[in-house]
């Protein structure tokens, strides 16, 4: 395992009026890595990884960049930070008025300003990567759940982030659907892409990720691989959990 | 009563057709530019600072609260006091410029505000600036989704054109009334001048049909 670090979050914490949604979340993410995010729903999952980019900011924390800590109130260079940090929704978020490759080439046009051509050339790549070439004509609304989550990642991919935050990626789709996305991730996964994952995929869990982190109410309970935390005789919060999901 | 052929070539409708010109002058230059306000102006409602949405919420209040024959007048009439002169063409381009463009702007500000708040997080997420998550993801979505609204203010302002006469702006319904006075004829002056209103509203909504079904994108319209 290459040790060098690519994303430190420190000591995050936020709270909504009395409410705390999230208190000391500290993680830190090595290149190549997939660590994954579990824990009852309302453990502040999304909120965490929101966090990290930004979407949601946070009360106090600390996050690093390859060991540079990251001004998020500089709107530049928060914008700067963001395309290196890739995010795939739940609800993929693709934009309803672009076709499949347009959705991928926008950002690579108007925010790292490529020409058309070069960007189209670009995105084209990407989408076949997650095998959508024959797509790349389609809007969001003629594509499937799978093929739609498939263009949010040659989305977030193109932009050549140094780490890829994925928040419950295959929460909405379908079950027959929800192959083809893990197969992207899994390609990723062993194409060394640092990652950081909130799912209730628990066997893909099990199979692929480095570590688990576990949440529960905002904060972070333990975090193991998943042989220690998910292993025969472990004894962990993470195995009661992992159990509770497996009985139903 | 009889239909007096020669009236119409010779009288009606030489006047009516330099009204038409006039009127056309009036609507087309109208429509765009108060599109385009509108659309700053809807912008600026839904995403300015507290400061400029106020002042943008105070004008439309105040353009919408206020009959357009007044503000016509007003700039007409009223304005030459404090030292600005408006020819009649332009008061009455002036005044439908602001009229339209507060009415537009309610129509973009409303379809700003159905765009999915997702579709500006994932722009936020790609690097997009907030300038350019407006201009590139927000915009062109919010376009098609005011499109029918904003097409219905051009129908209207077709026809509140015609209160341009009251500052002796000479448009198609200044020349009917002309003509309707000289002859006495309001039967005929007044349905062949309304008749040219539904010609020119009829065309509009063709045209701003085809613009509908240009624009329109799978997703975007009910199926």
Known sequence: ?248 | MSLDLLFFQEELLPALNRGLVVSLALIIPASLIGFVFGVVLGCTRTYGSRFVKKLGDAFTALVRGVPLAIQLMFIYYALPKLGVFFEPYGAALTSFIICTSAYQSEYIRGALLSIHKGQIQAAKALGFTPLKTILWIIIPQAARRALPGCGNEIIYLIKYSSLAYLVTCMELMGEGKVVASDTFRFMEVFLAVGLYYLCMVSIATVLLHWLEKKASIPGFRPR
């Open chain 1, 1 to 248: 395992m290459n040790e060098q670090v690519i994303l430190e979050v420190k000591d995050i914490s936020l709270s909504v009026g009395p409410k705390s949604i999230l208190s000391h979340c500290s993680l830190t993410l090595h290149k190549g890595e997939l660590k994954v995010l579990i824990g009852p729903s309302g453990a502040g999952k999304s909120t965490l990884l929101q966090c990290i980019n930004v979407l949601t900011q946070a009360d106090s924390g600390q996050i690093l960049l390859e060991g540079r800590e990251v001004m998020t109130q500089n709107a530049k260079e928060l914008c700067c930070y963001r395309t290196k940090v890739g995010m795939i929704f739940q609800d993929f978020k693709l934009f309803d008025h672009l076709t499949a490759i347009e959705n991928v080439s926008i950002a690579l046009r108007k925010v790292r300003g490529m020409s058309k051509e070069e960007a189209k050339k670009r995105a084209m790549q990407e989408l076949e990567r997650v095998n959508l070439a024959e797509q790349r004509e389609l809007y969001p609304a003629q594509l499937s759940g799978g093929q739609k989550q498939r263009v949010a990642f040659a989305r977030a991919l193109a932009m050549d982030p140094l780490v890829l935050l994925l928040d419950e990626p295959t929460s909405a789709l379908d079950p027959e659907l929800v192959g083809e996305v893990l197969a992207v991730i899994r390609d990723l996964a062993s194409g060394g892409m640092t990652m950081i994952m909130a799912t209730h995929q628990m066997d893909f869990i099990r199979a692929i990720s480095s570590e688990i982190i576990f949440m529960e109410n905002g904060h972070i309970v333990e975090q193991g691989p998943p042989e220690s935390l998910l292993g025969e005789n472990a004894q962990s919060r993470t195995k009661q959990f992992y159990n509770s999901l497996a009985s139903v």
